[in-house]
């Protein structure tokens, strides 16, 4: 695959978190960068295309959404990359043309017939049910506390536990993770990830997508939206070849290229997105 390169490496400049303009500010200007090349379109799920809800249950694909996606998928490839369960992830979805990385990124899944597969964290599957059994009942007196376990990875969610709770939840949670020395902990909003301990990630999972699915000679721009400290794992990877949209209504530091506010704007921008394909499309005829 032939890497666009959207701007000149400057080394060290180049890999510092910067603050970042709307996307509705700028809408001409990404227009004009995306031009006529191939795309790529990857996502995040909770906080992206659903709201963060106070239980994960409750994070539930919105009908616009999902139409958007669906006829988005039928004008290019579109991936969902998510701290979820990859099974979990296609039912709350519910579209087979698209791709589902779970697990944040450890389990790979392409569209229906397509053949694409790849499974990073095969050798952690029995160790991680015993990491989330002993998670569970370490925080069983903790109120608020919810243990969420996927194919190779575990999440400690705290959003409804009292703030006086949640420095107990940390160190609970480190002297488990003494016993499971194959696995790391990194941060999200209000949730602890437990991950196992090897170099894969959100970015590296977008880039093994873009190469599966792109040809040798081709030029393909990866769009990645997301709202997470995860995800600036794939804004990071793809910082001067692609187009990184942060979900915040807070500017911040972050390797993304713009902003949008909440999931409406990010519905919003696949609207956008599905209607200037269409008029490539057209002017192609």
């Known amino acids: 695959m032939r890497i666009l390169k959207t701007k000149k490496d400057d080394g060290d400049e180049n890999n510092q978190r910067k603050p970042i303009s709307l996307v509705v500010e700028r809408i001409d200007e990404i227009r004009n960068f995306l031009g006529n090349h191939k795309l790529s379109v990857f996502l995040d799920y909770d906080g992206t295309l659903t709201p963060i809800a106070s239980n994960p249950s409750g994070a539930l694909l919105g009908d616009d959404m999902k139409a958007v996606l669906g006829r988005l998928s039928s004008l290019c490839p579109v991936a969902i990359i998510s701290g979820r369960d990859k099974d979990l992830l296609k039912t709350l979805v519910g579209l087979d043309q698209i791709t589902y990385a779970g697990s944040h990124g450890l389990e790979i899944e392409g569209p229906q017939g397509s053949g694409l597969y790849h499974n990073v964290g095969t050798e952690f599957s029995g160790e991680v049910q015993c990491l989330a059994d002993r ?151």
């Open 135 to 285: 998670l569970a009942h370490s925080l069983l007196n903790i109120p608020g506390v919810l243990v969420e376990r996927t194919a190779y990875t575990v999440a400690v969610h705290y959003r409804l536990t009292p703030p006086q709770f949640i420095s107990k939840v940390e160190d609970l949670l480190q002297k488990v993770l003494v016993e499971f020395s194959g696995f790391r902990k990194t941060l999200g909003k209000m949730v602890f990830e437990i991950r196992p301990r090897i170099e894969w990630d959100k970015g590296r999972a977008l880039m093994w997508v873009l190469d599966s699915i792109s040809a040798n000679d081709e030029t393909r721009i990866p769009i990645y939206i997301g709202d997470d400290l995860t995800d600036e794992d794939a804004f990071h990877i793809i910082r001067d070849r692609g187009l990184g949209l942060l979900v915040s209504d807070n500017p911040k530091k972050t390797y993304a290229s713009y902003m949008l506010k909440d999931t409406c704007e990010v519905l919003w921008f696949l609207e956008w997105l599905e209607c200037d394909l269409q008029r490539r499309l057209q002017l192609k005829r």
